[in-house]
């Protein structure tokens, strides 16, 4: 018999990635982004070494991990020279 595995709404690193998506504190943001990115890096590494047909999960990873390196450039990034200039016109 086949051991269960939780489903993917369940699995630590999707409620961490999900947090990360909806942090509305910006100065939370930065925690919770390398939060969800340990725990997707852990999965990912335990996947490695799982066997069986998981791929399902690692294109999630993937998406997931994808989506928060966007997520953080954004942050990060400073805003355009043209709303600048607009607000001192």
Known sequence: MQAATPSPDVRPW????T??????DSSELPGRI?????ALIARARELFHASGDNIEEEEALDDAMYALRAL?????????????NRAAA
Request: hydrophobic share 40%; net charge positive.
């Open 19 to 24: 947090a990360a998506l909806f942090e509305l």
């Open 72 to 84: 953080r450039n954004t942050y990060q990034c400073p805003r355009p020279a043209v709303e600048s």
């Open 14 to 17: 999707k409620r961490l990635y």
């Open 34 to 38: 390398a939060q969800a990115e340990a």
